[in-house]
């Protein structure tokens, strides 16, 4: 599941991006009054959450006052103010995701994941709890950027896992 839900988060970001790039950037940046206001910041948060989940799948702790590794301080801080740059580092985190994916195993997600966070120890969970919510997380703000998109006049098309799953199998939805 994990790497079908790997395959789908770069499948959907290619789209999402694709669209996103059809739109100025001050319209990419307008604020929309989403969570995070505008497609630009939202797309920011994604790729700044899916760095925090990746460090703790990887075991890095995070330096006492962060709350994700490589200086991650807050959720909505700013890792590209250029689209394009933006656009770059999040293909760099997904073939990161890709590469975790296909090295997991059944034995992996079966153990326990210590989470550091601010510098204080948090509880320990099962991995696999921590991979869904790395691949739930994604889906539900591109969900909200799909909307977004919508409002500024852009389709990116079906989102759904399930034509991604038919697209790879060549089988027609129509």
Request: with cysteine; charged share 25%; glycine share 8%.
């Amino acid at each position: 599941m994990c790497r079908t839900f790997a395959r789908y988060n770069r499948w959907m970001n290619d789209k999402v991006y694709a669209t996103a790039a059809r739109l100025t950037d001050e319209e990419r940046k307008r604020d929309r009054g989403a969570f995070f206001g505008s497609i630009h910041k939202t797309l920011n948060h994604i790729l700044v959450a899916d760095r925090i989940w990746l460090g703790r799948l990887a075991g890095r702790v995070p330096e006492p006052g962060d709350i994700g590794v490589d200086g991650i301080k807050a959720l909505d801080q700013e890792i590209a103010s250029d689209f394009d740059e933006l656009r770059r580092e999040r293909e760099r985190t997904d073939g990161t995701i890709d590469v975790w994916a296909e090295a997991l195993t059944a034995e992996t997600l079966a153990g326990t994941l210590s989470i550091v966070r601010k510098g204080k120890v948090m509880p320990a969970v099962p991995v696999w709890w921590a991979a869904m919510q790395l691949f739930n997380h994604q889906t539900h703000h591109r969900g909200q950027v799909t909307t977004l998109l919508f409002q500024a006049g852009q389709d990116p098309g079906s989102t759904d896992l399930f034509a991604m799953l038919m697209q790879e199998a060549a089988i027609s939805l129509a």
